[in-house]
């Protein structure tokens, strides 16, 4: 019994260290395109734009394929790309609810984000 255990021990950690050596590989090899932070953001929006980077961009940013020029795979849900450059405070009232509340298709951040966060978010979608 002692031997099948030490066998499978080392049949694991020889899976791990492979598995370990295949990640190292594949992280250095090309990397992607880096982000390049909007320089003319102000403190509040580059707050915002972390937390969209963050939370948000997984469904709501095009994804591209390797050739960054040109997006290969539309947005998992709603691209807010210009979607509240002029917004007046109804509409802000409005996306403050969804980012609080969720919906059937996005989670709600009200146990997870402050109302300071929430607004930093908010000055940041009205720069796309």
């Not at 499978?8 to 090309?30: C, D, H, P, R, Y």
Request: aromatic share 8%; net charge positive; charged share 25%.
């Amino acid at each position: 019994m002692k031997i099948i255990v030490k066998r499978a021990t080392q049949l694991f950690l020889v899976i791990g260290l492979l598995g370990l050596a295949a990640n190292v590989l594949a992280q250095s090899s090309k990397p992607g395109p880096s982000f390049k932070p909007n320089p003319n953001l102000n403190d509040q929006e580059k707050r915002g734009e972390y937390l969209f980077l963050q939370r948000c961009a997984l469904c709501h940013v095009t994804k591209y394929g390797k050739d960054v020029a040109a997006p290969r795979h539309p947005p998992v849900w709603v691209n807010l790309e210009g979607l509240f450059k002029d917004a007046d405070s109804s509409k802000e009232t409005e996306v403050r609810g969804f980012i609080l509340e969720g919906t059937s298709r996005m989670p709600g951040w009200k146990y997870t984000l402050e109302a300071k966060q929430i607004d930093d978010l908010i000055a940041y979608l009205k720069t796309l």
